[in-house]
Every structure is written in C-alpha cells, then in structure tokens.
C-alpha cells in the first residue's frame, strides 16, 4: 500500500519523512516538486502523478504539502482519505497542522505515524484510540512554546550500550523503529556494516560483557525535541547595586516521563556579592569564590512548577553588567530517548535456547544552555 510519507512546506522543502517499508529516496519528490511548479498555484497540483517506478498520490493543508507513495497501483480516493486522516490528526493533538508546531512535535508525530499505519496500510486512524496509545502534549505545553523562544543550536548524540551474557556463538539481529533519524553513525567491530547499509539492522556476533555497539548523531535540529523550557527573567539596574532573578522550569516533550535529577546553574558576574533567593523546590548555594548559583531541583513536579526568585546584591560603584549569565541545566530522563530512537525487535539465530531480552532507554543533558 503505502511505502513512504514525505511532509513538504509550501516553499518546496522537506522536512520530515517516514518509511514503513524499504526507505525510498527523497529524489522521488522531485517529480512532484517539478509539477508544483508548472502548477504555479499549490491548489492545483495533481492529486496523483505517475513516475517511472512509483505513484505520488497527495493533498494541500495548512500550507503543507502531505506527499505519499507507492510502488504499485491503489485506489486513490483511499490514500487520500488516509492522508487528510492524519493531518486531522495532528490538527486534533496539536491544535494546530503547521511546519512550525510539527517540528516542535517530531517524536510524537513519529508515534502516531508508526501506529497510524502498519507495514504500509492503515490501522489505527482514529482520534480516541490513538489517544489510548499515545499520550497528547497538554494545552500548558502548547502555551510554552510560545513563551520560549526559538532553539539556536541542538543535536542529540546517543549510544546504544549492550550487556551480553550468552553461550555459544549466538548470531544476533538487532532493528529499530526509526533508523532514518540517524546520522554519523559508528559501529562496534563486531557489526555487519553492509547489512546495515542496505537494510537499516544491526547484524552482529556479540563478545561477552558490556561493550559499545553503536553511536550516533541526530543532528538535524528539526528533529531534536527539547524536553524541559526554562522561563526567566534576569536583569540589573542601570543605577544601583541590586538585581532580580526569576527562573521557573516546565515540562515540554517528555512523553508523560519524569526528568530527575534536574539541576540550574548560572555563573553569575564578577561583580554580584550576593544573592537573596527562594525556592519553591530543592535547595540553592552560592558559591562566593566562582560566583556560581547552583539549583539542585531534584524531580520536576509538572503540577507545581519550581521556581527560583530574589535579588541580586552587586558591589557598589561596578557598572552594569554587559550581558546577563546564561543558564546551563542538567537533567536525566528515565526510559526515554529523546531522539526517537526506538528498539523494534531483537532476534537469535546459531542456538536453540531463549534468551532473556530487555532494552532501557535514558535521556541525559550534554550541554543544555539557555541564553536570557
């Protein structure tokens, strides 16, 4: 039925694809995009188009373009009626079916991709089943996204860890649900790389114990979802020997998991003495020889909100500080992977006993900095 979804803005860029069957290449787009052009106005594109070796069956919303295909013939009217399904869908848990709110969306608009269809035909299409399987992003979350400013920089770089404790020469296949969100991908000597290449598996005899089998990149930031925004206001006085500080800290795509061992830290200016705080959750110290504020949060309460406030003592006669300090937060998130990264299934060939399987997703914070 269906082999591949691409997401086009109206511009002609695209930004998101999925694949359920063999990955198709983005090359394919460009006799649809050929078309959009002579078509001059996107309304009047051709719903289908016929290439050499695919069908490009498509519609227009919101400014988007929802481009699908396949490699034999189907009933078009029923692609169609599929691909308006699933910008109702996103229209219905995001409130809104833009580039913009599908970028800040990309691990949840996965998920429902994935359950919205299986091995190419649809399966589940409905509002409130897939409610049942995948959690919506809250109206609070929504509303941050317009409190918070845009992401200048963000790449996720993950590993995949394996504990191996098997007899014989067991030959294992390991696959993932989203093996295109990947980039810079490096492997364990242990793996089949052209297996990898044509196929997106890993393929490997594993050594005993714990070793690296893999790392990656996802470096394209608009598949990078940020789990957490911090909401603050930091400022000085031009005259005077004070400042205020308000930093308030929320979930935003965590998937409905909980961020643990969340930490603030802000190197304050040279010239701040002191400063006066209150949390609403966890304890801060001041350090007066870095002149550092670290927040020790602990677990973020997505019913209370924790948040920091006070004044800032400077020492008299210093001017106004040229910039205000950033803040640099840590976090670690329990089975999650942020980048989307998701284990399909783990298969043993070579012996005949059954092994004990189980895979653990973590999240952690590299360098998470936020400019105020």
Sequence with gaps: MINSLFLISHSGDIFLEKHWKSVISRSVCDYFLEAKEKAGDPENVAPVLQTPHHYLISIYRGKLFFLSVTQTEVPPLF???????????????????????????TVTVYELLEEMLDNGFPLATESNVLK?????????????????????????????????????MPDLTLSFMNPR????????????????????????????GNFRLMSYHVS???????????????SFLETGSCGRLDITIGPKQTMGKSVENLTVTIPMPKSVLSVNLTATQGTYTFD???????WDVGKLNPQKLPNLRGSISIQTGSPKPEENPSINIGLQIQQLAISGLKVSRLDMYGEKYKPFKGVKYVTKAGKFQVRT
């Design 79 to 105: 692609v169609i009626e599929f691909l308006h399904r699933v910008a109702d869908t996103f229209q219905d848990y995001f409130g809104d079916c833009s580039e913009v709110v599908i970028k800040e969306n």
């Design 132 to 168: 049942e399987m995948i959690r919506p992003p809250t109206i609070l979350r929504s509303v941050v996204n317009t409190l918070t400013g845009t992401t200048v920089f963000a790449e996720i770089q993950g590993v995949v860890e394996a504990c191996v404790k098997l007899t014989g």
């Design 181 to 208: 969100l990947l980039d810079d991908v490096s492997f364990h000597p242990c793996v089949r790389f052209k297996r990898w290449e044509s196929e997106r598996v890993l393929s490997f005899i594993p050594p005993d």
């Design 220 to 234: 394209s930031q608009n598949l990078v979802a940020i789990p957490v925004y911090v909401k603050q206001n930091i």
């Design 288 to 294: 007066l020889t870095t002149k550092v504020v670290l």
